[in-house]
């Protein structure tokens, strides 16, 4: 039984389409799942606002006790509104601006990720302009596989991301001459939507490699920042709605070697927000090709693009369907690209003009990146909290 049944096509009567559907309790169960499995292990979480900062997803998440990871200066400034404390935003990213890296310094963040030896000295350079001391974590580039899509895949040689290991002996040395400039920690993240645990085993045998290199080299570690990139099930969203992260934490905890006063910090992203949200959409048209059936959607790649820009696979429901007879059906968005397609060839129930279709796991990485290509609508949402349904921008 899907979770958008026959009460929920109710609630749903009326309200204008499409737009995305959270379900904040969800969120804070698996909110505190996770912190959870992290405290009982003293191990910290930062969330990756990337993901989704929409505002009460936003809130909620601020609320339940973790930290903020940013890759951008505006995200360092919403992180900040809404109530992160400074003491606990990291802030990433190959390319900072001055301007992004000063809104940073402002407000005394508690590391950034560096990204490159000449991204250091600037930070260093401006953080003398302005009398302030900058925090670093030096983020290398691992070279590990995260058996992921390759699109999402961030810590092999050949990804833009990270100090490359032939640089570390050298951003050692700029780091001593830089005098506004404190080592923290190391950095790494290798990806997205990793499902293979043994990918975080494998990290786990670098940081401890890159950690021994800095400590032969006299360098005090204090804090291993493993990134995020623990992934959900997109195919089976009601029977695995919370991520594993018992069992993902534990690895940190059983193949890092720490050092009593090491942290070990984390920044997760969509295994904390994916689930909570789906896209729900209208049938504008039916229409049978020479070849296919189609759906014709009044949501598209305007709404939710992780179809189109990473090959990506969200499960695709009729609301308030039955055990009924299916049909294929390739699933398109209105939008005037070919790529604006859900699914090609997915089994759904008879279906017709103004049926509701619910594409699920679309919290993460997904309202975020909402356009206005084609002047379409500023995207809607609603929240459900304790069996009530509140309309929000709708
Ligand atoms: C995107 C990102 C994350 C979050 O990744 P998820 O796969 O969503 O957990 C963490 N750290 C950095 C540096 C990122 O860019």
Redesign the pocket.
């Known amino acids: 039984m899907s979770y958008f049944d026959s009460k929920l096509l109710a609630k749903f009567e009326g309200m204008e389409t499409p737009f995305y559907y959270y379900n904040l309790d969800l969120l804070q169960q698996t909110l505190s799942k996770a912190k959870a499995a992290a405290d009982k292990r003293g191990f910290h979480v930062h969330y ?1 606002l ?2 989704n900062f929409n505002p009460r997803v936003l809130s909620t998440v601020q609320s339940a006790g973790f930290g903020a ?1 940013c ?1 951008s200066g505006n995200e360092v400034q919403k992180a900040i509104e809404v109530g992160f404390p400074a003491s606990q935003i990291t802030f ?1 990213g190959v390319g900072k601006s001055d301007k992004e890296i000063r809104t940073a310094l402002q407000h005394g963040i508690f590391a950034f ?1 560096v990204e490159s030896i000449q991204e250091m000295e600037i930070i260093d350079g401006l953080a003398a302009e302005m009398g302030v001391r900058a925090n670093v974590s030096l983020r290398i580039n691992p070279n590990v596989d995260a058996k992921t899509h390759q699109y999402i895949t961030t810590g092999l040689d050949e990804n833009k991301f990270g100090l490359p290991n032939s640089e570390l002996e050298r951003a050692a040395a700029v780091l001593r001459d830089c005098t506004n400039v404190d080592l923290v920690g190391l950095h790494f ?1 290798i990806g ?2 990793i499902t293979d645990m043994n990918v975080f085993k494998s990290l786990c045998v670098k940081v401890n490699e890159w950690k021994n290199w800095f400590e032969e080299r006299g360098t005090t570690i204090r804090v291993l920042n493993v ?4 992934g959900v099930d997109y195919y089976a969203p009601d029977e695995h709605p919370i991520a594993d992260f018992e069992t993902y934490f534990d690895i940190f905890d059983r193949f890092l070697e720490r050092t009593p006063n090491q942290e070990v910090h984390f ?5 904390l927000v994916a689930q909570c949200g789906s896209l729900i959409s209208k049938v504008l048209y039916t229409k049978n090709g020479v070849k296919k059936h189609f759906l014709i959607l009044d949501a598209g790649m305007t709404e939710l693009m992780r179809p189109m820009l990473y090959q990506a696979y969200h499960k695709i429901e009729k609301v308030g369907a039955g055990a009924e007879d299916t049909t294929n059906y390739d699933v398109v968005g209105p939008i005037c690209e070919s790529t604006d397609a859900f699914g090609k060839e997915v089994p759904l129930p008879i279906s017709e003009r103004g049926d509701l279709i619910a594409i699920r796991t679309a919290g ?1 990485y997904a309202e975020v990146m909402a356009s206005r290509y084609n002047l379409r609508d500023e995207v809607r949402y609603c929240y459900a909290t304790e069996g009530q349904l509140e309309l929000a921008n709708s």
């Open positions: 990756a990337k993901a990871d890759v990433a990720n993240h997205s939507q990134g995020g990139g623990l920044e997760l992203g969509r295994a993460a």
